[in-house]
DNA sequence: GCCATAAAGTTCGTATACTAACTTTATGGA
DNA sequence: TCCATAAAGTTAGTATACGAACTTTATGGC
């Protein structure tokens, strides 16, 4: 028991889940009145800023599986997020376009999500948050 | 796009969530031999270190939601890794056994588990390592 | 002893995430 | 030109995750 809590409270994994789950958890509050999920933020800040983005060039940008995307991506297009439309030279393309209820709110939602940065690790001394994210990149890339 | 992929490399939450999954992807490939899931498994190590959990305690244990752990812990149940008992004294409450097939892989899960972490995080020195699970805990509690 | 309240689990609905299988469209080589 | 192969998306199936509503059982105040 105490074994065992010292054993996940030495487990990457573990760690890193409960992180971003609390991470995770607290950001999505604060995305709540824009009606969006933390990935659904993702893909409208992602089309705002390249518009004309394909599902597999957001794929690759934001480390996704295409089937997870397929479902982002229809739900957000069923809301009226965004649009598709056919790319002219490859028929297996499809190009994602913001609508206007997207360009709107994507600076605001940018600087919610900055300001949630800073609060998240405020906890940590600058040093600490910028060897963290450093120890993050090298783990993912 | 230059910009975004900067934005994306300084938020905690994109971080946090790509590290967790690059590191449970990984995990989840040593664990298929097993034939358990990563949280199926830690359900499964906290049951073989103390017989008689409820559902409740393993949620506080695992950080977890009963409405995700009923899902879970019915599973394991259907697939004969575990067992519910009623408690004598609350009606309310089903204390939760391993069965003989979780108590033998228990150890060796637990073994590979503390493989995988040393070599998940080999590409830090010694001294990163500790610093990244601390600051990790500092972010969970 | 009774009732309001709380606690333990279950169920439902929604949204990730991934694998595998499939459809449609492009492309390269013979 | 024709065909094998590959690439882009979709769909189905499974497993997390969580909030909200609900059922069942305990408990505390009176």
């Known amino acids: 028991m105490d074994n065992l ?5 030495d487990c990457s994994v573990f760690l890193l889940g409960k992180a971003y789950q609390r991470a995770h958890g607290e950001f999505k509050k604060l995305l709540e009145p824009f009606g969006l999920t933390n990935l659904q933020h993702l ?5 705002v800023h390249e518009p004309g983005l394909t599902a597999g060039e957001l ?3 934001l480390i996704l599986d295409k089937a997870t995307l397929s479902g982002v991506i229809q739900r957000l297009e069923e809301s009226g997020w965004l649009e598709k439309r ?8 499809q190009r994602l376009y913001p609508l206007e209820k ?3 709110i994507a600076a605001e939602m940018a600087t919610a999500r900055k ?3 800073r609060r998240f690790l405020s906890g940590l001394t600058p040093g600490e948050r910028s060897t963290f ?8 890339w």
Chains 1, 2 share one sequence.
């Open 133 to 140: 994210k450093r120890l993050l990149k090298e783990l993912i």
């Open 5 to 9: 809590n010292d054993e996940l409270r």
């Open 102 to 104: 997207s360009v709107e």
């Open 115 to 117: 300001s949630f940065d």
């Open 43 to 47: 893909v409208i800040e992602a089309l």
């Open 59 to 61: 794929g690759r940008i």
């Open 86 to 93: 056919a790319d002219g030279d490859d028929g297996r393309v």
